[in-house]
């Protein structure tokens, strides 16, 4: 069974510009969460999506937005980027009505915001 | 807000003594709660888990203890192997939100030879 796949890998932008990020999570799963991870803060809860819904969000600005398709790949976007926006972003998959410990996380996008 | 925190960013340990690594949460409406390792360049990975109705939770090398009144838990590893270096995150959950996980900002377990 093939993982959680995240394009692109790394990713080098300058402040002001949009990104997008992909997410593709492992088959059957319809759950996808994302992550930013940060060397202080740790990694903290973005938006979670089901089904095409977002069904949880965190305490993040209205820059960054995501979406779910019908095959449940997912797509984060970060508009008006900041330097502060650098950052390792995971996301994780999940099966239907599966608990917490079964979220399968991806190797992350690495964004450098120059 | 930090609702999960773990003080300690790096811990040293002789390969085959015993790891212990901490973690404090401050929201008592957390009722489950996870230990994810990460090696470099990979996401994170779960370890082991425990549900705010038990205590201790052990499967083979590692044992997450829970103490409710403390708001504290720990991972213990014993014995401490060299493949086990890596960074480790607590997380929490509530029932009503399963899926969002809120992560201490992690500790670097060094095993050395």
């Known amino acids: 069974k093939a993982g959680v796949t995240q394009t692109p890998r790394y990713l080098i932008k300058t402040r002001g510009q949009q990104v997008t990020l992909s997410c593709s999570p492992i088959?059957?799963?319809?759950?996808v969460s994302w992550y930013q991870q940060t060397p202080g803060q740790g990694l903290q809860f973005l938006f979670e999506?089901?089904?095409?819904?977002?069904?949880n969000k965190g305490n993040f600005p209205g820059r960054f937005s995501g979406r779910q398709f019908s095959n449940s790949r997912s797509e984060m976007n970060v508009s008006t980027l900041e330097l502060g926006d650098s950052a390792l972003y995971l996301c994780?998959?999940?099966?239907?009505?599966?608990?917490?410990?079964?979220?399968?996380f991806g190797p992350g996008t690495r964004l450098l915001v120059l | 807000d930090q609702q999960v925190k773990q003080n300690s960013p790096s811990l040293s340990v002789q390969e085959g003594r015993i790891s212990i690594l901490n973690c404090d949460y401050t929201?008592?409406?957390?009722?489950?709660f996870l230990w994810y390792k990460k090696y470099p360049a990979e996401g994170p990975t779960f370890l082991i888990s425990?549900?705010?109705?038990?205590d201790k939770n052990e499967d083979g090398r590692f044992t997450v203890f829970l103490n409710k009144s403390a708001k504290h838990l720990s991972l213990h590893i014993v014995p401490s192997q060299p493949g086990d270096s890596a960074v480790y995150f607590c997380?929490?959950?509530?029932?009503?939100?399963?899926?969002?996980?809120?992560f201490g900002q992690g500790t670097r377990l060094t095993i050395n030879p």
């Open positions: 994780a998959s999940s099966a239907p009505l599966a608990g917490p410990e079964t979220q399968y």
């Open positions: 088959s059957g799963h319809r759950s």
């Open positions: 999506y089901f089904s095409e819904t977002q069904r």
């Open positions: 929201n008592s409406m957390f009722d489950y």
């Open positions: 425990i549900s705010s109705i038990k």
């Open positions: 997380a929490a959950s509530t029932i009503q939100g399963a899926q969002k996980l809120v």
